[in-house]
């Protein structure tokens, strides 16, 4: 599996690992699959997520949730930016460090891998995508992919 970037990358200003599940292409809230754990939220978190899944965690934990799916206060008009981060639309996954500063990434379910890069930000984003079902596909975001 890849590491987290280290600082800002593409669409990002520091170091975060941007996990996303989509059901049927759809982008769904991460924390119906992650167990709970340990974990602290940053600064602008509405902490309004609770975990009820299975899966472990694709960082080290104990975790830091610097921005949950959904309207979350970076995506809100109004919260970082006067119209929203993502132009009003929710953000599609969960970002989050490790406290321990731990770069590693773990896949929390089996699965055929896929890398690539899309653009964001005026650059290119790499990602890796976990194929895991015919329905469920994970992606992780600002990951070295080499």
């Known amino acids: 599996?890849?590491?987290?970037?280290?600082?800002?990358?593409?669409?990002?200003?520091?170091?975060?690992?941007?996990?996303?599940?989509?059901?049927?292409?759809?982008?769904?809230?991460?924390?119906?699959?992650?167990?709970?754990?340990?974990?602290?939220?940053?600064?602008?978190?509405?902490?309004?997520?609770?975990?009820?899944?299975?899966?472990?965690?694709?960082?080290?934990?104990?975790?830091?949730?610097?921005?949950?799916?959904?309207?979350?206060?970076?995506?809100?008009?109004?919260?970082?930016?006067?119209q929203g981060s993502y132009g009003g639309k929710p953000h599609t996954g969960l970002d989050m460090v490790s406290e321990v500063g731990d770069l590693q990434v773990f896949a929390p379910s089996a699965g055929t891998l896929y890398s690539g890069k899309i653009s964001c930000g005026g650059g290119k984003l790499s990602y890796v995508h976990l194929k895991v079902s015919s329905k469920i596909s994970i992606y992780f975001l600002h990951v070295n992919t080499q």
């Open 1 to 82: 599996m890849p590491k987290i970037i280290s600082g800002k990358s593409p669409c990002s200003t520091g170091t975060h690992l941007h996990f996303e599940v989509r059901d049927n292409k759809l982008a769904v809230n991460p924390a119906e699959y992650l167990s709970q754990v340990p974990l602290r939220w940053g600064i602008g978190s509405l902490q309004e997520t609770s975990f009820s899944g299975s899966w472990p965690w694709p960082v080290t934990v104990p975790a830091v949730i610097t921005q949950e799916f959904g309207m979350s206060w970076f995506a809100r008009p109004g919260g970082y930016s006067l």
